[in-house]
């Protein structure tokens, strides 16, 4: 069940994935990790899925990723007494906290915090950016407006505010509850909504410490603003681009996605890219020309995963959708541009002996073409720090740490093994050898890399690289 390809497919979960086959059948279409989300579904439905797919990793010995996606705040308007109202361009309109059902004149926001981070000028956007508003007045508890692009509007429709930063804390009650809920069930990574500035995530870091790690979801413009210092706290970082979408001008999207994805890839953390990949296949058997070009143009440029939402989480080919997401990946990969165009980005090396090590082990890797690169790592760090180079040869990332393995799974490039704790290096290097041969990867007289740190076990300590051939093993698999 190891994957040829180098970047991961991350599933969501919904009505249409929820039994033990169609998890399955994900899994083998080439599902890498799957997206529990949070603003949908019952606990016990989540609980539940997550059952099977810990149940289908050891069946398929080999690890799977589970994401919790935190629902976030979510700005919404009240209700209107007919249900919907018609908003004309030029008319005025005011929001406030009055929670009376609302005309087309006024209407409740019931956020107090909006109202005080907004000024004269802002521009509201309500119901994905179709209408627009522009505000004329305010204060503690309203908004006067001027409606600059009208249409229908309905009740509890969302509200966006692009460029301003409101004075609230991306978890709510209610993620704060799931959040326990999720970490108790064991899950792997944690996707924090609406995250705003680097504190965001520190925050979140005090409640989750080492149980999980960490992906920042990046959907407004204030959180590119402070881009650099959150990569840095984050484990990893998605590319929100529905909400991002909606706060930016369309034309803006695939230059901040590039521009993120670079930030990352020199930083060392993974980079996922989300929504609308392959939205035709909600209802079609396949996708547009455009949809494919759009997780092409990702894999070329170096992403780590690209996520598939409503299409498997509710769409009506689920594993169609995952099926032509592998195959898009297979085709790139095996491109004769793709390791030309692949170009790591300068790296935010530290003075280290661990990036020293692992800069090394790219140029080796170039001199020598191993069979396999091979990590040995507890927190998941040397196996970071060496897909970070974007290597030409696979990277087996062995560790002890069931946690680490998982986690792992969304990183470009690695391939995740659990083994048994090692306590010397000559145990560790007849380890690597093994487990290159079984798993397909290396044969008699190939030459795999070993990269771990000494002592063993202790965090961001990689220090040893060591080059060994393969004797006396059988032929390499094909």
């Known amino acids: 069940m190891q994957r040829a390809r180098r970047a991961r497919i991350v599933a969501t979960l919904g009505p249409a994935t929820a039994g033990e086959q169609i998890i399955r059948a994900l899994v083998e279409a080439g599902a890498d990790v799957f997206r529990l989300n949070f603003s949908h579904g019952s606990r016990d439905e989540h609980a539940r899925r ?56 006024r209407v409740a926001l019931p956020h107090p915090e909006v109202f005080g981070a907004l000024v004269p000028g802002t521009e509201l956007l309500l119901d994905d950016g179709k209408l627009r508003l522009r505000v004329e007045s305010c204060g503690d508890d309203h908004a006067e407006t001027t409606v600059v692009v009208g249409g229908p509007v309905s009740d509890r429709k969302g509200v966006n505010l692009p460029g301003v930063v409101l004075p609230l804390s991306p978890l709510t009650d209610k993620d704060r509850s799931d959040l326990a809920f999720g970490l108790d069930l064991g899950i792997d990574w944690v996707a924090l909504s609406c995250v705003q500035r680097s504190a965001d995530i520190a925050a979140l870091r005090e409640i989750v410490g080492d149980r999980a790690w960490i992906m920042a979801k990046l959907e407004k413009p204030a959180a590119i603003d402070d881009l650099d210092a959150i990569i840095a706290l984050a484990d990893g970082v998605m590319v929100a681009r529905g909400d991002l979408g909606v706060e930016l001008p369309p034309e803006d999207v695939p230059e901040v996605q590039r521009r993120i994805v670079r930030a990352c890839r020199a930083a060392g953390k993974p980079v996922v890219v989300a929504t609308q990949m392959l939205e035709s296949m909600v209802h079609a058997p396949t996708p547009t020309r455009a949809e494919v070009s ?23 080919h689920p594993v169609e959708a995952v099926a032509m997401m592998n195959r898009i990946i297979e085709r790139v990969e095996a491109s ?66 069931v946690a680490t393995s998982r986690r792992l799974s969304i990183v470009w490039g690695v391939h995740p093994v659990l083994i048994d704790e090692v306590l010397e290096v000559g145990q560790m290097i007849k380890w690597a050898n093994r487990i290159a041969v079984i798993e397909g990867y290396a044969g008699s007289g190939d030459d795999i890399v070993i990269v771990a740190g000494l002592p063993f076990g202790e965090p961001g300590a990689t220090n040893l690289l060591h080059v060994s051939r393969i004797a006396g093993a059988p032929g390499r698999r094909t």
Not at 302 to 316: F, H, I, P, Q, R
């Open 50 to 105: 997550v059952a099977v797919i810990r149940a289908l990793e050891a069946q398929c010995e080999r690890p799977i990723g589970v994401l919790l996606d935190l629902q976030g705040p979510k700005l919404r308007l009240g209700t209107f007494e007919a249900g919907e109202v018609q908003l004309a361009a030029g008319s005025r309109f005011r929001l406030d906290l009055d929670p009376a059902p609302g005309d087309a004149r």
């Open 294 to 316: 759009d997780v092409a143009t990702a894999i070329y440029d170096g992403v780590d995963a690209v996520l598939l939402s409503t299409e498997t989480a509710s769409g009506d």
């Open 336 to 401: 004769a541009s793709y390791r030309s165009g692949l170009g790591t980005p300068q790296p935010s090396a530290s003075p280290s002996t661990a990036d020293a090590l692992c800069i090394s082990l790219q140029r080796i890797a170039d001199l020598i073409a191993p069979a396999a690169l091979v990590t040995y790592t507890s927190s998941g760090s040397t196996s970071l720090r060496a897909a970070r180079e974007r290597p030409a040869a696979p990277i087996l990332g062995l560790t002890p740490l």
